[in-house]
C-alpha cells in the first residue's frame, strides 16, 4: 500500500497508520484494491476501491452451453475510502487524519419512493462505525438519490435508482484498521448481502 507524498517521505505516524491499514480483515464478496490517491486534499493520501459483483450462477455445463457467453457480473455496489493526513493538522478536521468515502449501489425502482431512504443510508453508517467500535468525531455526509429514465433505443429499459452516500469523519487513529472494516461492511450492506450487523436491515438491489 502507497500513498501520495513519496513512500520515503512519508512520516512515521503516517507509515503506522497504512500498517494497520494492511492487517484489516478482508470481507467475502468484497474485491478491495488501491487506487490513485487525491493529491491536493492533503498533504498525504491514500486511497482505496472497493466494488461487489454479482456472479450468476450458470448450472451445469451442457453441451448448448458451450456455445452460450457467460452472463456477465452485476455490479451491486461501488465505493471509495480515502485516508487523508496533514502533519499540521486541520481545524477543519479538528484534527490530523480525516477519511473520506464514498458508496453508490443500484436499488429495485420502487426504493425511490422511500422519503426515509436517505436517513436509513446514513443510519446504516453511523451504525456500522459503532458495531466495530471505530471511535471517531466531526462527522459530514450527503446522500442522494438517482433516478434514471431510458429513451429511444434504450426505452425498454426499466427505470433505475442508485443512492449515494458520500460521507466524512475524524477518525481515532489508535483503532484505524476498525474503519475500513466497518467501511468493507457498509458496502456489503449496500450490497444487499448477508450477514448484517444486528438490526441493520437489507437494502434491495436491482435484479435484472
Keep these: 500500500m502507497s500513498a501520495t507524498g513519496g ?9 503506522d497508520v497504512l500498517t ?22 492533503a498533504p498525504f493520501a ?15 455445463i ?6 452460450t457467453p457467460a452472463p456477465e457480473p452485476e455490479e451491486l455496489a461501488t465505493g471509495r475510502f480515502i485516508l ?8 477543519v478536521w479538528n484534527g490530523r487524519f480525516r477519511i473520506v468515502t464514498y458508496i453508490r449501489a443500484q436499488l429495485e425502482s420502487s426504493m425511490g419512493e422511500d ?9 446504516w453508517l453511523c451504525e456500522a462505525l459503532e458495531n466495530h467500535g471505530a471511535r471517531h468525531h466531526s462527522t459530514a455526509g450527503t446522500a442522494t438519490r438517482i433516478h434514471s429514465e431510458s429513451f429511444g433505443t ?12 458520500r ?22 450492506v449496500f450490497a444487499g448481502l448477508p450477514p448484517l450487523p444486528e438490526g441493520v436491515a437489507h437494502l434491495p438491489h436491482r435484479r435484472s
Design 115 to 123: 422519503a426515509l431512504l436517505g436517513s436509513v443510508a446514513w443510519t
Design 84 to 91: 487523508l493526513y496533514d502533519p499540521q493538522g486541520s481545524s
Design 154 to 165: 434504450l426505452a425498454d429499459r426499466p427505470d433505475t435508482v442508485d443512492v449515494e452516500l
Design 20 to 41: 494497520a491499514l494492511r492487517a484489516a480483515v478482508r470481507r467475502s464478496a468484497l474485491r478491495l484494491e488501491e487506487i490513485p490517491a487525491p493529491s491536493r486534499l
Design 167 to 188: 460521507a466524512s469523519w475524524t477518525p481515532e487513529v489508535a483503532g484505524i484498521r476498525r474503519h475500513l472494516e466497518a467501511w468493507s461492511d457498509l458496502v456489503r
Design 46 to 60: 491514500v486511497a482505496l476501491g472497493a466494488d461487489v459483483m454479482d456472479h450468476p450462477s450458470t448450472g451445469p
Design 7 to 15: 513512500v520515503s517521505q512519508l512520516p512515521a505516524e503516517f507509515v
Design 62 to 67: 451442457s453441451p448448448q452451453r458451450l456455445f
